[in-house]
């Protein structure tokens, strides 16, 4: 059984997100106290696992998708990350904001993925 390359592809953007989220902002929390050089070498290690995971999420992903449409879903899934991720890592509240930026976001993948799936 063969994987869809889509699914493949979102499945590495989603885990790459996760690295990515904890290098840009997991430092806030944990590394306060520390100099901020210290706090960007450990965010860079965390990075490069992240890109690990990007960098084949988006070869496999442009066999299928169009550059824009990539763009595009990586922002959908950075979304799907950050709210989790600042809601219960770093604590912050969940404010209705969330919902607006998602909901422009559905407009953007309406744009993006109109001519293709029948949108």
């Not at 106290?33 to 496999?60: D, K, M, T």
Request: charged share 10%; hydrophobic share 55%.
């Amino acid at each position: 059984m063969t994987v869809p390359p889509i699914l493949v592809t979102i499945g590495l953007l989603c885990a790459s997100n996760v690295f990515m989220t904890f290098a840009w902002y997991a430092h806030l929390k944990t590394l306060d106290n520390r100099p901020w050089l210290v706090a960007a070498l450990i965010s860079w290690g965390v990075a490069f696992f992240e890109y690990l995971l990007q960098v084949p999420a988006n070869r496999i992903g442009f066999t299928q998708l169009s550059l824009g449409q990539l763009k595009v879903l990586q922002e959908v899934i950075t979304l799907s990350v950050f709210v989790p991720f600042s809601v219960f890592y770093m604590r912050e509240p969940l404010k209705l904001d969330y919902l607006w930026a998602g909901l422009c976001l559905l407009g953007a993948v309406y744009f993006m993925f109109r001519g293709r799936w029948g949108l």
